[in-house]
């Protein structure tokens, strides 16, 4: 009896107030756009970290014979100083790094000669030229900076090299396009917000002799206010989807038939993610509608 | 059932007050007229046993409970309890009579079987019978004015407040809703009418509280509206008032009077409420299921009074 009445109620006002209802609708469904492409770029991100980061190695060069670096002053490193470094990484990286490997000058030249049976640029390099090197690999790779702190400066080595630097200036821009989508996704949300705000006064003031009588024989709060804060919330919710449904497309065109075709060594974001971030996107329009319908309410419709 | 201790009431700091220390006790049961000038407080007096507004001062209890401690959430629990008539009725332009009615069980949650019985019964009793369908502006102002308090009685309230019912009414229609407001009276139910009609007053002889710029200058028992000039001391013969002939007497016409005829629907809506309470239509066995309040001791008991009988008893 009283949701049917209720549903009535909130239908007779979405009818009176169509054109408000439409630009709610439209407003929440750009701004949310905006928030599911910023989640989408995240989710991108982790993905991107998640795969390569698996392959990135902490490089720590030796002392070769002949460097400038002052830790080399003594030359090429000792087997005292490689002894130290390796119980440095026992003892004090333990924790960090899954695993270690020491590449010896005998191992660097055996690789390098297969990947460049010819020489490289035309000079010969022996073995003396190459360079002894312990590969890390860490349990998580944002750790490097504990490596550096602990190896860095310490004698025999030279340089600590970490490969995820390679990756950086991507995952910088990536970082920096959710931003702007987050920056733009919170002008629209403010402008959604007060438009809901907005919607609700139309449709308060438009009822206010329901309201009044509603309210003279003693309905509750709630029961006056529900039908308006569903109101809001069917409009922000019904963008919500029509936002979910655009980003669905967008990845499923964009992306995967035609990104994921002619890039395909990248792990995409598929539409399985656009469904995950949904109730994101749900969740935020209801409490947009929420928060706004509370605070007009609060105004406007007062026992 | 209602008492009112010392209140006060001020709208805007520095102006005059719209309540200024007022004593009244209602009993339950009582019919109650509330007269004075144009801004005397009568409204603000209902307002306040409504709680929509709050006194400044002093303390008003309704049906037991105090007011100025009665907190948000349990208001509309008060006027539950609370039947409300205006002068412009008020009813719904988009809902049929019986929409009206039913709107107000509705939104406070009765069960529909409940509103498809009710309903219908407080229509028939009121005089409204066949008239489910019409919508307010097909109604006579009379028949509109029963419909608002077929509105305000459905749920069987404790206290009917009635700011002027009869303003907008000619005097026969307005006779036609005193005899309602009667009616409900006499099923035990408290009745404060704020009123300018004299003649309804004079002819009723109930209690009434004279309030004067916010105070209660009268209140006494089986009591008249009072001269004009006691309660507008202000007005005297001023000049725009002093058109040719003023003051000449007229000796073929001792009464001079304007007659209203009043509307068919009127009188029928009259007949229909008089046949219905024959029959003893919307009989007030019916329990109360607001049991906001025990009976005070002593009061409660009361004899169905027809509208000619003059004289309140007082508790």
Not at chain 1, 77 to 104: H, K, M, P
Not at chain 1, 285 to 296: E, F, N
């Amino acid at each position: 009896m009283r949701l049917q009445f209720i549903l009535v109620e909130v239908l007779q006002g979405l009818r009176r107030n169509a054109t408000m209802v439409v630009s709610v609708i439209l407003v929440t469904f750009v701004s949310l756009i905006f928030v599911g492409a910023a989640a989408l770029l995240q989710t991108q991100v982790t993905k991107l970290k998640g795969d390569w980061y698996d392959l990135v190695e902490v490089s720590v060069f030796l002392c070769p014979d002949g460097s400038t670096v002052p830790t080399c002053a003594e030359g090429e490193a000792t087997e005292a100083q490689i002894e130290a470094v390796e119980r440095a990484i026992d003892t004090e990286l333990g924790d960090l790094v899954a695993t270690t490997y020491f590449e010896s000058k005998t191992e660097a030249f055996e690789a390098f000669s297969a990947r460049y049976p010819d020489g490289y640029q035309g000079t010969q390099l022996t073995e003396e030229d190459m360079q002894a090197s312990y590969r890390l690999q860490l349990a998580d790779p944002e750790q490097y900076q504990v490596v550096d702190d602990v190896l860095g400066g310490r004698d025999g080595v030279e340089v600590i090299e970490d490969q995820r630097a390679a990756f950086e200036p991507l995952f910088l821009a990536l970082n920096r396009a959710s931003l702007v989508a987050v920056g733009l996704a919170a002008v629209m949300l403010l402008a959604a917000a007060l438009l809901i705000t907005t919607t609700i006064r139309l449709s308060a003031v438009s009822r206010r002799r329901e309201t009044g009588i509603m309210r003279l024989v003693g309905a509750s709060n709630l029961f006056v206010q529900l039908p308006f804060m569903l109101e809001g919330a069917i409009a922000a919710l019904v963008g919500a989807v029509l936002a979910v449904g655009g980003l669905w497309l967008a990845v499923q065109y964009l992306v995967v038939d035609w990104l994921a075709q002619s890039v395909d060594w990248v792990n995409y974001v598929t539409t399985a993610d656009v469904l995950a971030i949904a109730p994101l996107l749900l969740g935020v329009a209801v409490a947009l509608a929420v928060v706004s319908s509370v605070v007009t309410l609060h105004r406007y419709t007062r026992v | 059932m209602i008492r009112f201790e010392n209140v006060s009431k001020v709208y805007a700091r520095g102006a005059r007050p719209a309540l200024d220390d007022v004593d009244v006790d209602i009993e339950r049961g009582e019919f109650v007229f509330l007269v004075g000038a144009s801004g005397s407080g009568k409204s603000t007096f209902l307002r306040l046993v409504l709680r929509e507004e709050r006194p400044t001062g002093g303390r008003v209890y309704v049906a037991g409970r105090d007011l100025t401690r009665l907190s948000a959430w349990k208001v509309p629990s008060l006027r539950r309890g609370i039947g409300m008539v205006f002068q412009d009725f008020r009813l719904l332009p988009n809902k049929n009579v019986y929409e009206n009615v039913a709107f107000a069980l509705q939104v406070i949650g009765r069960p529909r079987h409940t509103i498809r019985t009710t309903v219908p019964e407080v229509l028939e009793w009121v005089g409204l019978d066949g008239k489910e369908k019409r919508r307010p502006h097909e109604l006579s102002g009379g028949e509109q004015q029963r419909v608002a308090i077929a509105r305000a009685f459905v749920n069987r309230p404790q206290i009917l407040l009635a700011d002027e019912p009869t303003g907008n009414l000619d005097p026969t229609t307005s006779l036609g809703i005193m005899r309602l407001l009667d009616r409900i009276n006499s099923t035990g139910t408290t009745v404060v009418m704020a009123t300018h009609d004299d003649e309804i007053v004079n002819e009723m002889r109930r209690r009434v509280v004279e309030l004067s710029t916010g105070r209660v200058v009268r209140d006494e028992a089986d009591a008249q509206y009072g001269r004009r000039e006691d309660i507008l001391p202000l007005v005297g013969p001023a000049p725009v008032l002093d058109a040719p002939g003023r003051g000449v007497p007229r000796p073929s016409v001792p009464n001079p009077r304007i007659v209203v005829q009043p509307e068919p629907g009127d009188l029928a809506a009259e007949r229909a409420a008089e046949a219905a309470l024959e029959q003893g239509a919307f009989d007030h066995d019916g329990a109360q299921d607001d049991a906001d309040v025990a009976d005070p001791p002593g009061v409660g008991t009361r004899s169905r009074r027809a509208m000619s009988r003059a004289g309140v008893e007082e508790a």
